[in-house]
C-alpha cells in the first residue's frame, strides 16, 4: 500500500511538471508571435511616415490590435500559471497588489465623489476580449477598499448615482478614432464598480453620462457621485 501511494504521488508529480511545461512552452510560443507582429506594425508604421496614407494607418492600427490580442493572450495565461504554482499567499497577494501600479489604475475619493483614472479607453462594444481592462480593474478596487479598512476609512456605498465616463483621446492621433458614446462596452465597467460601490447597477439606481475630450495620451476617468450632486460637478469640469 506504501509502495502505491508513492508511486501515485511520483505519477501526480510528473504530470503537474508536464503541465506547468506545456503552459511555459505555450505561453513562450505567444510571445514569439506577439514579436513578429510588433516587427510587422514597425514596418508598416515605417512606411505609413513616408506615405501618410489612410489605408497605411488602417493597416498599422489593425497590427497593433492583432498583437494586442495576442498580448492580452500571453498576460492572461502568465496569470493563470502564477495562480496555479505560487503557493505563497503573501507573495501572491503582492503581486495582485502590484498590478495595479504596473496597469496605472488610480483611485480617489474626495466630497464624496469616487474617482477612477483608467490610463487605457474602455473597449468597443463589439470587441471579444475585454479582460484586460476589467480584471485589472476589480483588484484595484479590491485592493483600495482592503486599504480604506485598514486605515478606517469610508468606502463609499451609492444608491442612487451618476457614473460619468470621460473618454480622453490622443490629440496628436487621428480624429476618425472618436466612437460615438453608445459603442463603448459600459456594462462590465459598471458590473465591477457594482461589486463595490454600487447598491444596484438598474437604471432604477443609476444614470451614466459620457463626456469626450482630447488630451495628450488615451484614457479614461470615472466619476461617481450622487445623483444631486452631477448638475453642480459637470458645471465645475
Known sequence: MVKSNTIEKKAGSR?????????????????????????????????????????????????????????????????????????????????????????GIKIGYCDEILGIIMPVLIPHRKEQYTDYLYKPLYIAFKQWCIEQNQEQKKIPEYEKCTVCFVHLYNRDLPLGRIRDHDNFEEKHVLDVISNFFLVSD????????????MADKDGTEVYIMDTDKFPRWLQSI
Open 202 to 213: 438598474s437604471g432604477l439606481h443609476v444614470d451614466t453620462y459620457h463626456i469626450t475630450r
Open 15 to 103: 504530470d503537474t511538471f508536464q503541465k506547468v511545461k506545456r503552459q511555459l512552452d505555450d505561453a513562450q510560443k505567444v510571445t514569439a508571435e506577439v514579436g513578429e507582429l510588433m516587427a510587422e506594425a514597425r514596418n508598416i508604421l515605417t512606411s505609413y511616415a513616408r506615405c501618410k496614407t489612410e489605408n497605411g494607418y488602417e493597416n498599422f492600427t489593425d497590427m497593433i490590435l492583432e498583437a494586442s490580442k495576442k498580448g492580452e493572450q500571453l498576460t492572461e495565461k502568465l496569470r493563470r500559471l502564477s495562480l496555479e504554482v505560487v503557493l505563497d499567499q503573501v507573495k501572491y497577494e503582492k503581486y495582485q497588489s502590484e498590478l495595479v501600479a504596473v496597469h
